[in-house]
């Protein structure tokens, strides 16, 4: 196998590109194009195919790219593993991550290795993303609706003042390597348990760049299209981060706070879906619980209205959703 600037398969590659594969199939050819476009071109690139239920699609399309990438095969164990998969075989000082269904701008890496290779000397940059696909969510950036401001550390990433695009990452694999790799116990939210950790550890310099370098592909279906399954992944995340010896008061107060604030999220969201469905007991204790949390002025106004005049309040909902 060669490196795609032609440098043969036993010279390490500066960049190992990690890309794991579930129900893509429709999306792989699009994102792996994004990628043999780039700018930079020392790297090495690792399919995972986690057990895809559209195997045969996938194998089909990937079939023309089979010169250029390493493919790997296994049972579905979910994301973490499909990721650990590729790090096992990775042979580059850097590794990045790129989901099957998202796409880079030509000059992804060379922004990002130039930014992590800076005189700041980094161990992990991520960057800004775009969404398309779902016209609810196309043009908007990622860092408008999750910004990252400040410093990233453990207690700005556990306050969400800093969040991390996993297709955006670039960072240095012995890191990696030394905290753990990705814990294959969550479904999903594995990557922010990943960036906690190595925050924590204190030996990852972590930065990002403002630059929009990845388009972001939500659709019916996907992950990010779905926040109940987000949040519930943060809040299994932030329940492991709680159980550690290590943490100082202000990191136990975060992590309480942030907790309550997703819990909250999670049952506005379930209130919602019970008021479109005219459950309205089951609406008024989700959003009674997120009053509790939040206690927001609009949730308040929510409650009111759901004693004295439900219906209304659903259609209204209807029309213009007042959450």
């Known amino acids: 196998m ?3 600037d032609g440098t043969q398969a036993n010279q390490v590659p500066t960049v190992s590109i990690i890309v794991p594969a579930y129900n893509v199939a429709p999306f792989i050819s699009e994102t792996l194009d994004s990628v043999f476009s780039q700018t930079f071109k020392d790297f090495e690139v690792i399919v995972i195919n986690d057990g895809s239920p559209d195997t045969r699609e996938l194998e089909s399309t990937l079939e023309r790219y089979l010169d250029r990438i390493t493919y790997l095969k296994q049972a579905n164990r979910g994301a973490a593993a499909a990721r650990n998969a590729g790090l096992a075989v990775a042979r580059g000082e850097f590794v990045a991550f790129l989901d099957g269904d998202d796409l880079w701008f030509s000059n992804f ?3 990002q290795m130039a930014f992590i290779r800076s005189d700041a000397g980094y161990d992990l940059v991520y960057a800004d993303g775009i969404n398309f696909g779902d016209p609810v969510y196309a043009g908007r950036r990622n860092m408008e ?3 990252s401001r400040g410093e990233v550390n453990f207690l700005s990433l556990l306050r969400a003042d800093c969040n991390v695009i996993t297709s955006t990452v670039v960072a240095r694999r012995e890191l990696i390597a030394q905290v ?3 814990d294959e116990d969550f479904p999903n939210s594995q990557d922010f348990d990943l960036w906690l ?3 924590k550890d204190g030996r990852a310099r972590i930065s990002y760049q403002r630059k929009v370098l990845v388009k972001r592909r939500i ?3 996907s992950l990010a299209s779905d926040p109940t399954k987000s949040f519930a992944g943060e809040i299994r995340v932030l329940n492991k981060m709680s159980d550690r010896t290590d943490l100082t008061p202000e990191e136990r107060s975060a992590i309480a706070t942030t907790l309550a604030r997703r819990q909250a999220e999670v049952a506005v969201i379930e209130g919602k879906r019970s008021l479109a469905k005219e ?3 089951a609406a008024a204790e989700s959003f009674q619980f997120a009053y509790e949390q939040l206690g927001s002025w609009k949730l308040r106004f929510v409650l009111i209205w759901l004693r004295v005049a ?3 309040l659903r259609r209204i909902n209807k029309l213009r959703p007042i959450w």
Do not use: I, K, V, W
Request: proline share 8%; glycine share 8%; net charge negative.
């Open 310 to 312: 439900p219906t209304l």
């Open 180 to 182: 753990g790799y990705f």
């Open 109 to 111: 890496l060379s922004e």
């Open 197 to 199: 950790r190595l925050a």
């Open 279 to 281: 459950d309205f007991a």
């Open 145 to 147: 609706t999750n910004p």
């Open 219 to 221: 659709y019916q279906g």
């Open 2 to 4: 060669q490196t795609t």
